[in-house]
């Protein structure tokens, strides 16, 4: 018998089997598909692979301000699908050589829950005292009619693409779908971006969210438009009580996704659920005592380090360790150019919660470096604080190198820390990261004014 079965081999499975292993627990990680999950292997990674090509060759057409100037810049799909299958290989063999140095057993197929202890792969039974499972998330595929149009593709579909559409419409304005406009858009092909809310990322500031389709000049959005049918390239959606249309070489459903619950028999052994997905307590534990569940499974928080944190929780639960996640502290970004990333509480999201705010908003060229290396593009920071206590709620970044800042925001958020903190602390000169505490300063001489 295992200490530890674990049910897929994603960013929550195969970290939970490596602290697991390094704990000195025997390991069983069953996986049917990719090892390192969607996300590296037709998710995160090959699309900030792909985007970081464009993004070169958006450097290299758009620098004539920066005194560079190219004649003969082209963009190579088939090379830089080359690139993204190095960088997911050789992701993939780093995992695979992580399961064997902490001794974990990695089989391969579809498993089914028997028993509390038990899982069927294949043939072959396998017990556990514990249960983990991460079976991750598909895309949603809404009941549109004439959504099996063959010009009709998901994100994994795009991703191995062999040529580039001449125009791209992206149903769903969300994160995945933005990723793909930017990517698209960057290399000058026509993209439309449907969304049937009133703004684009319901969970990102509004300014932001605003300022961000500004800064997407080159894509086209549609707001506030519920598609009604797709007649092959044909996309039929009603805005303001009216059907409109347009027509894309290809269409990409990017709506949400759907936890993968479907035959592991959770329901046969009466595990706990609700449409988002298995439900557990803060230790990762469902109603069945000794079986887990983490990440996007679970619909709590659909990133791959929610994934990854929510794995830790889950050992050190069954190793007897007390240990919670903060999911306020999770931080977010988006790889678009510009991009977009922000950890912790809007302003709204604070006050529905009883909070007395003081906020700040402060633009990113401010700080001398971003303006030096980014010119005009849009940037903002935001700092959203208590009035009471200065403790810092949450830090919101658009504009790029937002996602390689925003761990610090998370650090703040996690350890509690006010604006007072970050009054003092020293921040390196040029950086863009000053922004933050130029922001914080904002918020600070707010206060003063008005007394407090």
Same mark, same amino acid.
């Given at each position: 018998?295992?200490?530890?079965?674990?049910?897929? #081999?994603?960013?929550?499975?195969?970290?939970? #089997?490596?602290?697991?292993?390094?704990?000195?627990?025997?390991?069983?990680?069953?996986?049917?598909?990719?090892?390192?999950?969607?996300?590296?292997?037709?998710?995160? @990674?090959?699309?900030?692979?792909?985007?970081?090509?464009?993004?070169?060759?958006?450097?290299?057409? #758009?620098?004539?301000?920066?005194?560079?100037?190219?004649?003969?810049?082209?963009?190579?799909?088939?090379?830089?699908?080359?690139?993204?299958?190095?960088?997911?290989?050789?992701?993939?063999?780093?995992?695979?050589?992580?399961?064997?140095?902490?001794?974990?057993?990695?089989?391969?197929?579809?498993?089914?829950?028997?028993? !509390?202890?038990?899982?069927?792969?294949?043939?072959?039974?396998?017990?556990?005292?514990?249960?983990?499972?991460?079976?991750?998330?598909?895309?949603?595929?809404?009941?549109?009619?004439?959504?099996?149009?063959?010009?009709?593709?998901?994100?994994?579909?795009?991703?191995?693409?062999?040529?580039?559409?001449?125009?791209?419409?992206?149903?769903?304005?969300?994160?995945?779908?933005?990723?793909?406009?930017?990517?698209?858009?960057?290399?000058?092909?026509?993209?439309?971006?449907?969304?049937?809310?009133?703004?684009?990322?319901?969970?990102?500031?509004?300014?932001?969210?605003?300022?961000?389709?500004?800064?997407?000049?080159?894509?086209?959005?549609?707001?506030?438009? !519920?598609?009604?049918?797709?007649?092959?390239?044909?996309?039929?959606?009603?805005?303001?009580?009216?059907?409109?249309?347009?027509?894309?070489?290809?269409?990409?459903?990017?709506?949400?996704?759907?936890?993968?619950?479907?035959?592991?028999?959770?329901?046969?052994?009466?595990?706990?659920?609700?449409?988002?997905?298995?439900?557990?307590?803060?230790?990762?534990?469902?109603?069945?005592?000794?079986?887990?569940?983490?990440?996007?499974?679970?619909?709590?928080?659909?990133?791959?380090?929610? #994934?990854?944190?929510?794995?830790?929780?889950?050992?050190?639960?069954?190793?007897?360790?007390?240990?919670?996640?903060?999911?306020?502290?999770?931080?977010?970004?988006?790889?678009?150019?510009?991009?977009?990333?922000?950890?912790?509480?809007?302003?709204?999201?604070?006050?529905?919660?009883?909070?007395?705010?003081?906020?700040?908003?402060?633009?990113?060229?401010?700080?001398?470096?971003?303006?030096?290396?980014?010119?005009?593009?849009?940037?903002?920071?935001?700092?959203?604080?208590?009035?009471?206590?200065?403790?810092?709620?949450? @830090?919101?970044?658009?504009?790029?190198?937002?996602?390689?800042?925003?761990?610090?925001?998370?650090?703040?958020?996690?350890?509690?820390?006010?604006?007072?903190?970050?009054?003092?602390?020293?921040?390196?000169?040029?950086?863009?990261?000053?922004?933050?505490?130029?922001?914080?300063?904002?918020?600070?001489?707010?206060?003063?004014?008005?007394?407090?």
């Amino acid at each position: 018998m295992y200490d530890v079965i674990i049910i897929g #081999a994603g960013p929550g499975g195969y970290v939970a #089997a490596e602290r697991a292993g390094a704990k000195g627990k025997t390991v069983l990680l069953i996986e049917k598909e990719y090892i390192g999950g969607v996300c590296l292997n037709v998710g995160c @990674i090959p699309t900030k692979t792909l985007l970081n090509s464009a993004k070169h060759y958006n450097y290299a057409v #758009a620098s004539g301000m920066f005194g560079i100037h190219t004649k003969e810049a082209e963009f190579n799909l088939s090379e830089a699908q080359d690139w993204k299958k190095k960088v997911v290989d050789t992701n993939v063999k780093g995992i695979v050589s992580l399961m064997k140095k902490y001794g974990v057993e990695v089989v391969r197929g579809e498993a089914f829950i028997t028993d !509390k202890h038990s899982v069927l792969v294949g043939d072959t039974t396998y017990s556990g005292e514990n249960i983990i499972i991460a079976t991750g998330s598909s895309s949603f595929i809404p009941p549109i009619p004439g959504i099996d149009s063959k010009y009709v593709v998901t994100s994994t579909e795009l991703l191995a693409i062999e040529e580039l559409p001449s125009s791209l419409t992206v149903i769903g304005g969300g994160v995945i779908g933005l990723e793909f406009a930017s990517f698209f858009s960057m290399l000058g092909i026509e993209v439309h971006v449907v969304e049937m809310l009133d703004e684009i990322v319901p969970f990102m500031e509004p300014d932001f969210a605003k300022t961000m389709r500004r800064a997407l000049k080159k894509v086209k959005f549609h707001l506030s438009s !519920k598609v009604e049918s797709i007649d092959g390239k044909k996309i039929n959606y009603v805005r303001k009580g009216k059907m409109e249309s347009l027509e894309s070489d290809l269409v990409l459903i990017s709506v949400g996704r759907k936890p993968n619950v479907s035959g592991l028999g959770c329901e046969e052994l009466g595990i706990k659920m609700k449409r988002t997905g298995l439900i557990v307590n803060d230790r990762m534990e469902t109603n069945i005592p000794g079986i887990y569940a983490i990440g996007d499974v679970i619909g709590k928080s659909l990133f791959a380090h929610s #994934a990854s944190r929510m794995a830790e929780v889950a050992v050190n639960a069954l190793c007897g360790i007390e240990d919670r996640i903060n999911y306020d502290a999770v931080p977010w970004a988006i790889y678009t150019y510009p991009e977009v990333a922000s950890c912790g509480l809007t302003e709204e999201a604070a006050r529905e919660r009883g909070y007395e705010v003081v906020s700040a908003t402060s633009l990113m060229r401010i700080s001398a470096r971003y303006y030096a290396e980014y010119g005009t593009m849009p940037g903002l920071c935001k700092v959203v604080a208590d009035k009471t206590s200065d403790r810092i709620l949450g @830090i919101h970044l658009l504009g790029s190198p937002s996602s390689e800042m925003i761990y610090g925001a998370a650090l703040m958020i996690q350890n509690g820390m006010t604006l007072e903190n970050l009054k003092t602390t020293i921040f390196p000169h040029p950086s863009v990261s000053e922004v933050i505490r130029e922001t914080v300063l904002s918020i600070c001489e707010k206060k003063e004014k008005e007394g407090h």
